[in-house]
């Protein structure tokens, strides 16, 4: 096993699944539900950025910038449209509802954009500071400006005003809006910021990989799996829960199962795998300790 | 022309059954499957797998079913016990999971290439009527479970899943059944697919599919089974037919797909925005009851407990408790303390209390604990400390079903009604331990005789019920629509229907009007008097110096007094507790 490399994959793909399901697991501590459109900003933030990179030929700094900017307005919006009238009832009906928000931001990608992969085509130079290991300046900037989002979020927590609302509005949603919080403008906020770290995880999967319709889909099992290893609705969980999950797919696609099947050349467990490992640890921890691995109580009894 | 119309009822009854299976789960029971496909997909798949290894056709349904109800049974045990969300979750996942395991794992059925040649069975007219057949029998059973005492207590679950364990319903294990028997049809469906079109690969089993039975199910009306039919025919034939129409308007079939399923998409959100019952809401089953009687019923009536019309035994009112001796039972509360975090929201709680001696009383100012100490004897919390007796027995309180089934059954602060259903219905779930809760039951030949019969003798009860508590002119209308009130008294009506040893009330006469209160009273010392356990929050002190014989007060967790209303009344402690510490009496 490579374990620098291990390594590497390990910190970037943590990175891009700890923004998406930190993303996930905000909206659950606010609006109690799972949103399964919550992977679909994940396509709505890098198609902008594509579009803004290779279409109108912005700087690609500025292009993401104005993505995530974009795709949180986008998902406040939604809130308007969709989830705001929604807000008395069960929480079943508003996953059924974020269902049909996800189809339909699928069919529009789809129909804007078409079916076929879009690539940033941007050229990025390996660096050679790790021995025997591949590593990209691309991979340095995924893991830099997921870490940044994620202080940048701790901070904004932590320590601001917005920070303390949406804090009070996680652990009682009555009471804070009883203390003079205004729920509504909260709840804008934390979709603004679901959909600006959806977003920020899509482009930065868009660059790595590739951009498809079905790219928010492909990470919805992973992203959730990683909020609900972590424990949902803890931003610290999904974090650790993303770092968790990583970590446990690159050791088991980089182990050589060779020795033990009896081929001297190798044996892999295919890299489409990922998926199901990622199902196996979702269900490990349903089974073992629902709330989550790094939850300090249970929220649901 | 006639060949294509062949195809679209083809194709729609397929959707059909996987439509009524999932109403079966979700319209029902509320079940959040998201991964239906994967049960479609294991019954196609057998289809496939058979024909690789030359093994007989006629045994593939049998297979598919006993392979999807045990992927059922699987995918039911990591969500053991765990909110409704997580099944949604569990169930994509597996779905998903088990794609690219067909995908990528050639030796099972071809993988991504999928296998060909699936022998159509008979001509498509065959199929068509095959199909038909199987559909109308999975309407026939989705309507006799929903008819039946299984139907009531999976559409309780639907609605507050607290409620049917508070009830001694076992909620989960009727999930997995529910989960299993839809995963059968939908098996089912999978084989006539898969002969149908005489081609799976896994590109037909994609999330996206799950998401269209879905569709169909709400659009068409969950928990109507001729609705879902209806939603899976109009939507799929809409597919179909226009397939056709990309060339007459210049638009690529692809883009044309598209179009369709964004549409699609909007109008899940539409009607979950709108009409969140479908176009075809759940018909409201109607119990034909004797007619009302002309003159209302006097204000004072000869209240005789509901018990006697229930079953041929003499009333419990006649009867010395020593004549049962299994009635003849206390409940003990030992030493229970409860926290919530840092804050002890009881402490060392020890009360008796005991049958045929009058009801027992316990009150408190707000937040003393009276709820909490209910939601810790019947398992609704767990306990910290401290234990439960019932006529010497230490009860399991881990479970709130598990309680209810030991003889405990409870009433809420703010009542636990099935708002979809309609008072009759509520009632009818009283009775614990109903034969037709037995899926084997209600399908077997011999049975239906005596269903009715148990049927008819819990409806005597219900009216009774009903006419005690002035229910009987709203007996069929829906519980939602009741006031404040009247969900108290149903509330203290299926608590009564269950006919349980012990009986915990929680504020039985709050918002209740003065005459009703009085029958009310009257029928709580007559259950008590014919030997039943009574306990009973009460902030009325009336009420309470009428039934009570020994009353506990509660403050901050704590029992401060025991004794008689009249005693606990001038305790200068409970004053304290109820006018603050503090307080000057003001002359």
Known sequence: ?????????????????????????????????????????????????????????????????????????????????????LRTVSPASKMI?????????????????????????IIWRPLHIVPGAYLTSLEVWIVAMTALAMVVFYVVLARTKIGLALRATADNFALAQARGINGARIISWMWFLSGALGALGGILLGMETQLRPTSGLSVLV??????????????????????????????????????????PHGSYIPTDYKDVIALGALIFTLLIRPAGLFAARSRHG | MASYLTHL???????????????????????????????????????????????????????AMAAAILGAWLIAQPTRRLEQAYWALVTFGVAEGFRLILINERWIAGGSIGTMGILPIGS?????????????????????????????????????????????RDVYSFQVRVLMLGAAVAA??????????????????????????????????????????????????????????????????????????LIFGILLIVIVLYRREGIFPERKRVYRLPALPDVPPSPVPAAAPPRAAMTNEPALADRAPNDHPDLAAALRIERITKRFGGVEALRD??????????????IGPNGSGKSTLFNVITGIMPKDAGAVFLDGRMLDTSRGDLVARQGIVRTFQIPKVARQMTVVENLLTGPMGQRGEHLIVLFSPIAPLRLRRDEESRLDG?????????????????????????????????????????????????????????????????????????????????????????????????????????AVRRDPAVIAAYLGSRAEPAG
Not at chain 1, 67 to 84: C, E, P
Not at chain 2, 40 to 60: C, D, H, K, M, Q
Not at chain 2, 349 to 362: F, N
Not at chain 2, 464 to 485: D, F, I, K, P, Q
Request: proline share 4%.
């Open chain 2, 9 to 63: 009822l083809i194709v729609g009854l397929i959707w059909s059954l996987l439509t009524l299976s999932l109403n079966l789960q979700y319209g029902l029971t509320g079940l959040l499957n998201y991964g239906q496909i994967w049960f479609f997909a294991i019954g196609a798949y057998t289809s496939a797998v058979f024909l690789r290894n030359g093994l007989p056709i006629w045994l593939e349904p049998f297979t």
């Open chain 1, 97 to 121: 509802a974020s269902v049909g928000v996800a189809i339909a931001l699928r069919m529009i990608a789809q129909i804007m954009f078409g079916g076929a992969a879009k690539t940033f085509g």
């Open chain 2, 462 to 566: 219900a009216l009774a019920v009903m006419n005690l508590l002035g229910l009987r002119h709203v007996a069929n209308e829906y519980a939602g629509t009741l006031s404040g009130g009247q969900l108290k008294l149903l509330s203290l009506g299926i608590a009564l229907m269950s006919d349980s040893q012990v009986m915990l009330l929680d504020e039985p006469t709050a918002g209740v009007n003065p005459i009703l209160i009085h029958r009310i009273t009257r029928t709580l010392k007559d259950l008590s008097a014919g030997g039943h356990t009574l306990a009973c929050i009460e902030h009325n002190m009336q009420v309470i110096a009428g039934i009570c014989e020994i009353v506990y007060v509660l403050d901050a967790g704590q029992v401060i007094a025991t004794g008689s209303p009249d």
């Open chain 2, 349 to 362: 709680i020890t009360m008796l209390i005991r049958p045929g001696s009058g009801v027992t009383g316990i």
């Open chain 2, 188 to 261: 089912v469906a999978g084989v006539a697919y898969a002969h149908y079109f005489s081609f799976v690969d896994p590109e037909a089993f994609t999330p996206i599919e799950t998401f269209w039975i879905w569709i169909m199910v709400i659009l068409g009306g969950r928990g109507n089974n001729l609705g879902v039919i209806i939603g899976a025919m109009v939507l799929e034939g809409i597919t179909e037919s226009t397939r056709f129409l990309s060339a007459w308007v210049h638009l690529t079939p692809i883009f044309m797909a598209n179009l369709r399923m």
């Open chain 2, 124 to 168: 498509p007219r065959v199929m068509a009527i095959v199909l038909l057949v199987l559909v109308a029998a999975t309407f026939l059973m989705n309507e006799r479970i929903y008819r039946s005492p299984f139907g009531r207590v999976i559409r309780i679950i639907r609605e507050d899943e607290v409620m049917a364990a508070a009830l001694g």
């Open chain 1, 222 to 263: 992973p992203v959730f799996s990683a909020a609900t290893v972590g424990g949902f609705g803890s931003a610290f969980g999904a974090v650790a829960g993303a770092g968790l999950l990583a970590l446990a797919q690159n050791i088991v696609l980089a182990l050589n199962f060779g020795p033990l099947v009896g081929n």
């Open chain 1, 1 to 85: 096993m490579n374990i620098p490399q291990v390594a590497i994959n390990t910190f970037v793909w943590a990175g891009e699944l700890g923004v998406i399901s930190l993303g996930l697991s905000l909206s659950y501590a606010i609006l109690g539900f799972f949103n399964f459109a919550q992977p679909e900003f994940v396509i709505v933030g890098g198609y902008l950025a594509w579009a803004g990179y290779s279409l109108m030929r912005l700087p690609i700094f500025v292009a993401a910038g104005l993505s995530l900017a974009g795709t949180g307005l986008i998902a406040v919006g939604i809130d308007l449209l969709v989830f705001r009238p």
